[in-house]
C-alpha cells in the first residue's frame, strides 16, 4: 500500500507538472496577444479600419441575417440532393424485383419527409429574414446616429444615449431596403499571381495596394452607415472598375469568385464575374441611401430636404444598375434583388419618396397639408400606385415583404385623400368668391370630401391592423382625417347624391390630375474613372503601367535596358521614330542604325531615359530628352516590349487581305 502511494504521489506531481506546463504556456499565448492588440493600438489606423472597428447597434441584426443567409444556402443544397434523390428513385434504369420496389419506396418516403422538413424549415428561416428587414429602418435609424459620433464608443452603456436621441427623432413612415450580404475573400490572392506571373513584377512592390484593396473588401463585409462609408463603397466600385479594365478578360479574373446573398429571401449566389461585385456593391450603395434618408427627422425641413437628395441618389443608383449590369449575360444568373422588375420598383418606390419629401417640403410652407396644392399630391398619389401596380406582378407578389405593400397601400390612399381634399378647399372656396357655378362648386367639392374621408378611415384601419409600429404615420392620417371632418361637417353630404345613380360613378367623374410644379428625378451617380481625379478613384496598380497596354490581353516581356548612342551628327537621327503618348512607343527601328544593334525592336515602351521616369510621360518631352542630348553620349534606355491583343488581331488581319489578293 505504501509503494501504491508513493506511486500515486508521483503520478499526481507527473500531472501536476504538465498542467503547470500548459498553464505556462497558456499564459505566455495570452501575454503575446495582448503585445500584439497593443502594439496594433498603438500602430496608426487607416480610415477604413477605423470604420471597421466602429461598434454600430446593427452588428446584432447583421450576424443574425448572416447566420439565417448560411442557414438558408445549407437548406437549398439539402433540398437539391433530396430533389435529384427523389427523381433516381422515379426513374430507375431497370426492372426492379418486389423486394427492392419496397426498399425504394420506403427510401422514398424517407426523401420526402427530408424534402417536406427542409421546405418548411426554409419557410420559416425566409420569414425571420422578412421581419429582420422588415425593422431595417429602426436599426437604421440606431445604426446612423452611432455612424456620425466622431469618437469611438466602447462602453455597452452608450446604446442607452443612441435609444434616447432615436426615441427623440419623430419620423414618418418610408421604405428602407435593407443591405446585401456577402462572404470572404482575398481578393489579393489571384491578383498577386498576376502581378509576378503576367506583368513580371515583384509583389512586395504593391504591397500596399494589395493590403489597401483588402481593407476596402473587409469594409463592405461589416455594415457602416454614414456618408464616409458610402464614400468607401464608392471607391471600392472604382477600384472593381480598374480590375475589371486591367485584370480581367471576358468580365472574368482567374481564380476569384463572388459569394452573395439575396437582401430579401436570402438566396445565395456564386459567380466568377466581376458584373455580380460591382452590382452588389452598388445596390448596397442604394440601399444605404434609401437608411440614411429614413433615418432623417422628416418634420425638420433642412432634413426633409436631405432626405429628398438622399432618395434622388438611391434612385440614380438603381437606374445605373439597370443601364450598366443587366444587359450583361451573366445577369440572367444574378438573384431577385438584381433582376429588372425588383430594381424598376425600386427606382419608382425611391422616387415616390423624394416626390413625398417635396410635398411635405412645400406643406412645411403653407398652412399644413391641405394648403398644398392639388397637383403636388396627386403626384404622390400617381407615384405611389405606380409602385403598388409593381407589387402586383407575379415577379414581386410573393417576394417583397408584407410591410412594404401595406405601407405603399396606405400611402396611396392617404396622397389620393389630400389630393381630393386639397381640390374640395379650392372649389368651396370659390363659392364665398363668386356666384357662378355655385351648384356644381357644391355638389363636387362635398362630394370629393366625402371620398377623401372615406379613403383616410380606410387607410387608418389599415394601419391600426397591419402597421401599428408606424405611429408618425398614424398622427398624419388622424391629422388629416380631423381636419377632413370638420371641413364638411357644415354641409349636407347626403344631398349630393340624389341626383346621382352611385356614389362611384360620381366618384370617377372627378379625378385629379398630377401636375407638380417640383418634379424629382434620379440623380445619376458620378462614377467616371480617372487616375488623376480624386484619392477614391485612383487606381491602386497604376505603377504597372496605363491600362490601355499593361493588362492580361496583351502580351508583356521582360524589363530590359538598351545603351544607345546619340551620333555626332543631327542628320542621321537616333535611328528609331516615336508614336504616341502616355506610353511613348517606338514606332519603327531604322535598319542597321545604332539603335537597332543596341536591340531597341519596334511596339517597344520607353519606361525611363537615364533613370528618369517616362511612363506617363508626353510625346514632346521624351522627344526634348532625346533632342538635347549631348552628341556622343550613350543613353540608357528602360523599355519593355508590350504587343496589344488589338494589334495582333489588326496585322493578322492585314496578312488574311493581302493573300486574298494573292489569289
Excluded at 444615449?161 to 482575398?186: F, H, N, Y
Excluded at 426633409?304 to 441618389?313: M, P, S, V
Aim: with cysteine; hydrophobic share 35%.
Amino acid at each position: 500500500q505504501e509503494e501504491e502511494k508513493e506511486e500515486g504521489e508521483e503520478g499526481d506531481k507527473g500531472v501536476g507538472d504538465e498542467n503547470n506546463t500548459k498553464r505556462k504556456r497558456r499564459n505566455k499565448g495570452i501575454s503575446s496577444l495582448k503585445e500584439e492588440e497593443e502594439d496594433a493600438q498603438v500602430s496608426p489606423l487607416s480610415p477604413t479600419m477605423k470604420l471597421l472597428r466602429r461598434p454600430t447597434l446593427t452588428r446584432a441584426t447583421q450576424q443574425k441575417r448572416s447566420r439565417i443567409n448560411q442557414e438558408i444556402e445549407k437548406c437549398l443544397r439539402i433540398r437539391d440532393g433530396a430533389e435529384k434523390m427523389l427523381q433516381a428513385l422515379q426513374t430507375p434504369t431497370r426492372k426492379r424485383t418486389k423486394k427492392e420496389k419496397r426498399e425504394a419506396k420506403k427510401d422514398m418516403d424517407e426523401v420526402l419527409l427530408s424534402l417536406s422538413f427542409t421546405n418548411s424549415r426554409l419557410q420559416s428561416l425566409r420569414t425571420q429574414l422578412q421581419t429582420l428587414n422588415s425593422n431595417v429602418q429602426a436599426t437604421a435609424r440606431q445604426s446612423v446616429l452611432r455612424g456620425n459620433d466622431t469618437t469611438l464608443i466602447d462602453a455597452s452603456d452608450a446604446s442607452i444615449d443612441i435609444q434616447r436621441r432615436v426615441s427623440q427623432v419623430d419620423t414618418l413612415a418610408m421604405v428602407a431596403i435593407g443591405m446585401k450580404e456577402t462572404s470572404t475573400i482575398d481578393l489579393s490572392v489571384p491578383l498577386r499571381e498576376l502581378i509576378e506571373s503576367h506583368f513580371l513584377r515583384v509583389t512586395s512592390e504593391f504591397s500596399s495596394a494589395l493590403r489597401q484593396l483588402r481593407e476596402m473588401r473587409a469594409f463592405i463585409e461589416t455594415h457602416n452607415r454614414s456618408s464616409a462609408a458610402r464614400a468607401m463603397l464608392f471607391a471600392y466600385y472604382h477600384q472593381l472598375v480598374h480590375i475589371e479594365e486591367r485584370f480581367s478578360v471576358d468580365d472574368k479574373v482567374a481564380k476569384m469568385h463572388f459569394h452573395w446573398y439575396d437582401s430579401l429571401n436570402g438566396q445565395p449566389v456564386i459567380l466568377t464575374n466581376l458584373t455580380l461585385e460591382k452590382a452588389c456593391v452598388l445596390f448596397n450603395v442604394g440601399a444605404l441611401c434609401t437608411q440614411l434618408a429614413a433615418s432623417r427627422d422628416l418634420r425638420a425641413r433642412k432634413q426633409l430636404d436631405n432626405a429628398c437628395r438622399e432618395y434622388e441618389a438611391a434612385a440614380g443608383v438603381f437606374q445605373y444598375i439597370l443601364d450598366n449590369c443587366i444587359n450583361k449575360p451573366c445577369s440572367t444568373l444574378f438573384s431577385v434583388d438584381l433582376s429588372e422588375d425588383f430594381l424598376v420598383f425600386l427606382r419608382d418606390v425611391c422616387l415616390a419618396q423624394a416626390q413625398e419629401c417635396v410635398f411635405r417640403l412645400l406643406a412645411a410652407d403653407e398652412t399644413g397639408n391641405l394648403g398644398v396644392a392639388p397637383g403636388e399630391a396627386a403626384t404622390v398619389y400617381e407615384m405611389y400606385s405606380s409602385c403598388n401596380t409593381h407589387l402586383k406582378s407575379p415577379a414581386l407578389c410573393e417576394y417583397v415583404p408584407e410591410v412594404w405593400k401595406h405601407l405603399i397601400e396606405v400611402k396611396v390612399l392617404l396622397f389620393e385623400a389630400m389630393g381630393d381634399a386639397s381640390t374640395a378647399r379650392e372649389q368651396l372656396s370659390e363659392i364665398k368668391r363668386s356666384s357662378k357655378n355655385k351648384i356644381e362648386a357644391s355638389w363636387t367639392g362635398i362630394a370629393r370630401l366625402g371620398r377623401a374621408e372615406a379613403l383616410l378611415r380606410s387607410a387608418h384601419s389599415t394601419i391600426t391592423l397591419r402597421l401599428r409600429s408606424f405611429d408618425g404615420l398614424q398622427e398624419d392620417v388622424e391629422e388629416l382625417l380631423t381636419a377632413v371632418a370638420e371641413t364638411i361637417a357644415p354641409y349636407d353630404s347626403e344631398r349630393v347624391y340624389e341626383h346621382i345613380k352611385s356614389r362611384s360613378e360620381l366618384l370617377e367623374m372627378l379625378p385629379t390630375k398630377g401636375e407638380s410644379e417640383h418634379p424629382v428625378e434620379p440623380s445619376y451617380p458620378e462614377l467616371h474613372v480617372s487616375s488623376t481625379g480624386s484619392s477614391l478613384a485612383q487606381d491602386l496598380f497604376s505603377d504597372l503601367g496605363p491600362k490601355s497596354f499593361y493588362n492580361v490581353k496583351n502580351k508583356i516581356g521582360p524589363m530590359r535596358v538598351v545603351d544607345v548612342t546619340v551620333p555626332s551628327s543631327l542628320e542621321e537621327g537616333v535611328g528609331f521614330t516615336l508614336k504616341g503618348h502616355s506610353p511613348i512607343r517606338i514606332h519603327r527601328v531604322t535598319p542597321r542604325s545604332s539603335a537597332e544593334r543596341a536591340g531597341l525592336k519596334q511596339h517597344d515602351i520607353i519606361l525611363s531615359v537615364d533613370g528618369q521616369d517616362l511612363r506617363f510621360a508626353r510625346h514632346a518631352v521624351v522627344v526634348g530628352i532625346i533632342k538635347s542630348s549631348a552628341r556622343g553620349k550613350v543613353l540608357k534606355f528602360g523599355v519593355q516590349s508590350v504587343i496589344r491583343s488589338e494589334d495582333v488581331l489588326k496585322a493578322s488581319m492585314r496578312r488574311s487581305k493581302k493573300q486574298l489578293e494573292t489569289v
